[in-house]
Structures are given as C-alpha cells and as structure tokens.
C-alpha cells in the first residue's frame, strides 16, 4: 500500500522570503501522479500544483515549484516571494496511474505554514 | 453550479442519530468523490461515484455508511447510527472525466459533522 509523509507539522516564513515544505511517499509502481493542495480555513482543498511521475522535469506554477526526486521518493514544495495569503495547510497527495484501476488520493497529515509579516 | 456545494455546512447529531450528507457536484462532472477528514488528519478516501454507478466503495469505514448517486449528478452520504468517531468534516469532489489519473478534482468545503 501506498503512504504518504509530512514530517513538518507546522512551518513558518517571512513575508517575500521562501520556504520549502517536504514530503516523502512510498510506493511499489512506477507510474503514479503527485499533488500539493492548499487548504485554508474554509476548508476547501486547492491544487496547488501537480507532477507527473514520468516526467522528469520539476512542474513550476508561478511562485510554485516542486522538487521531484524519483528516486529518493520525495517531492518537496518550494514557495517564492511568499505572501500573506498564503497561509493555509498544505497536503501532499499521491495517486496511482490509471492502469492501477483505483481512483483515491492518498494524502499526507499535513503542514501548517504560518507567513510572518 | 459554478463550484461542488456541500449542505448542511454545520451538523451536530445526537449519537445514534442518523445524518444525510448532500453534495452538488459542478454540472456535467462525471466523477464524484467523497472523503473523510477527522482533526488534524489529511482526508481519507470514502467512496467513488463515475455518473450512477459506485465502482469504489473500499473506503467506507463500516455498513452504518452508505452513499448514493442515483441520477448521476447530486450525491448523499448518510451515516446510521451515529458515533462519535464518526465526528469529522466530509468533503466532496468531483471531475469532469473519469476519476483518475492526472484529472484535476474539484473540491466542496465540506460538510462539518459533530457528534455528542
């Protein structure tokens, strides 16, 4: 079975400055997808931004960007220039391939980030 | 609709009671997904709807849950004979194609459910 792990329960940043919030999974398949969603007090999960495992390329949206290392199983966020709005719980996601015939996220427990004016 | 709307938004249920859970997933989404988040967890999958038919229901914790779609569109989830541990925030998703993959999700903000 799948896991997905958030060793940082709670992570804080100055506003402008950058943080990164880390995440390690672990899985037998080779072909999988991985997400980070923003969650803020509302309760509504957001993508945040999404990497395919195949891909060897880091995804990057906007301020966003990731640190896929495949073989390392690791999947790390890196937020830029962060701002207030930002603040929120962030989930690391896993979810098999298509072929795997299973439709579920599997989600780490979280990280809250706090940004510091 | 123009995003998944959950109701009630706040429940508090007697323990035993029974609750209904209602989730419009945005129109024409095919996909409908349903989760379960208790405090301070990441949620955790429930059950999987593709237009009527619940091709995955694995995540259900016991038989006092049940969740339908019989139109293909809004979906309900009730809990009999409620307990406390059921007490957590459900949320509903749904996609436009099917249900896995890299197809992005849509989100609800959720229904709240206290138990006491």
């Known amino acids: 079975a799948q896991t997905v792990t958030q060793s940082q329960p709670e992570m804080s940043v100055q506003e402008a400055e950058t943080v990164t919030l880390s995440c390690t999974y672990d899985?037998?398949?080779?072909?999988?997808?991985l997400f980070w969603y923003k969650q803020p007090p509302s309760r509504q999960m957001i993508l945040v931004i999404r990497q395919e495992a195949y891909k060897q390329q880091n995804a990057t949206e906007n301020r966003f960007s990731v640190n896929f290392q495949k073989a390392a199983k690791s999947f790390s966020l890196k937020i830029s220039d962060s701002q207030l709005g930002d603040a929120a719980m962030y989930f690391c996601?896993?979810?098999?391939?298509?072929?795997?015939?299973?439709?579920?996220?599997?989600f780490g427990t979280g990280t809250r980030l706090k940004v510091l004016a | 609709g123009a995003g998944v709307s959950q109701s009630p938004r706040y429940k508090v249920a007697k323990r035993g009671q029974d609750v209904a859970l209602r989730c419009d997933p945005i129109?024409?989404?095919?996909?409908l997904f349903w989760y379960q988040q208790a405090l301070g967890q990441g949620p955790e999958f429930l059950t999987y709807f593709q237009n009527e038919a619940q091709l995955d229901k694995s995540g259900l914790p016991s038989d006092r849950f049940f969740a339908e779609r019989p139109e293909g569109s809004v979906s309900t989830l009730k809990i009999q004979r409620t307990q406390q541990e059921d007490s957590a925030v459900y949320l509903c998703?749904?996609?436009?194609?099917?249900?896995?993959?890299?197809?992005?999700?849509?989100f609800g903000e959720g229904s709240w459910l206290t138990v006491v």
């Open positions: 998703a749904s996609s436009s194609g099917p249900g896995h993959g890299r197809n992005t999700i849509y």
């Open positions: 129109s024409g989404h095919v996909s």
């Open positions: 899985t037998s398949e080779s072909d999988y997808y």
């Open positions: 996601a896993y979810r098999s391939s298509p072929s795997e015939g299973t439709y579920k996220y599997i």
